[in-house]
């Protein structure tokens, strides 16, 4: 892949880094256990065809900040897409999984494919807060590390919260983890355990997680640029055989996967 890392999930991403700049900034070290990091994404697409990135999205809940109302993204099931046009930009707070729950009284399972405007969950300052990004504003992400320190929820471990966080990097970061009761014996817990874990903190099911880990390692397998062994690709992924494979990639992704990679 040419250019600057967009990193898992963004599909076609060297053809996405010449449309979108994107930098990334750490949380202030008070959020660092609740917030991965922010990301700013610019475009200007001016007397150019509009552009349709698409996303195959982790399980993580976001806060953006864009036209016209900030607005708290849940996980994203489906494919993620994104229409750019115009000029313009947009901040987001990737939290950590389970990073969200401490900010809303209610389980993160109820925002699976939903945005809802912010202001529902923060109060109106977060739209306040959304016009001093939208303007410019230097050092944006200062500006929200500070609204963000000020609704910090009580300092008081959750437990729970670093189980769910703990096992989905165990997920996503290891690919030879395969099914949920491995996940469940690993961590000591039972598979209905991990079950309402992921629902209450996550925001999505650990079988879901496990598909879409696989998913992102195949998509960047296929953006390489070199020639894939898809059969041979689809056994080291754990599927028990090519065609289950190219179906899952399909249904995430809309293409199957030699066509994808013929895409790039």
């Known amino acids: 892949m040419n250019g600057p ?46 552009h349709e990135q698409k996303v195959l999205a982790h399980p993580n809940v976001h806060l953006v900040f864009e036209a016209p109302r900030a607005r ?9 897409v994104r229409r750019l046009e115009g000029a313009g930009h947009v901040l987001g707070v990737k939290f950590r999984p389970g990073g969200f729950r401490p900010f809303t009284d209610r389980p993160v399972a109820g925002l699976a494919d939903r945005s809802v405007p912010a202001a529902g969950i ?7 807060l959304n016009e001093q990004v939208l303007s410019g504003a230097p050092e ?26 703990a096992m989905v990097e165990r997920v996503t970061g290891s690919p030879d ?3 949920v009761d491995e996940l469940a014996v690993e961590f000591g817990v039972t598979v209905r355990q991990v079950q309402r874990l992921f629902a209450e903190y996550v925001g999505a099911a650990p079988k879901w997680v496990l598909r879409r880990a696989r998913l992102h390692e195949a998509a ?45």
């Not at 923060?122 to 306040?128: E, H, K, N, S, T």
Request: charged residues 25%; positive net charge.
């Open 72 to 80: 708290v993204y849940g996980v994203d099931r489906s494919l993620f």
């Open 5 to 50: 890392d967009l990193g898992r999930g963004v599909l076609h991403p060297g053809r996405a880094a010449g449309v979108v700049h994107l930098d990334r900034y750490g949380p202030a070290p008070g959020l660092a256990r609740l917030v991965e990091f922010y990301w700013l994404v610019r475009w200007d697409r001016r007397g150019l065809p509009a």
């Open 177 to 179: 983890l395969r099914r």
């Open 140 to 165: 944006p992400a200062a500006l929200v590390d500070a609204f963000l320190l000020a609704r910090l929820p009580a300092p008081v471990a959750d437990r729970q919260a670093e189980l769910a966080a």
């Open 122 to 128: 923060f109060g109106p300052a977060v739209d306040l």
């Open 220 to 264: 960047r397998r296929a953006d390489r640029g070199a020639d894939v062994d898809w059969a041979a690709l689809a056994a080291e992924l754990g599927y028990a055989d090519q065609a289950h494979f190219t179906r899952d990639f399909t249904a995430a992704v809309g293409l199957s996967p030699a066509r994808y990679a013929g895409g790039r």
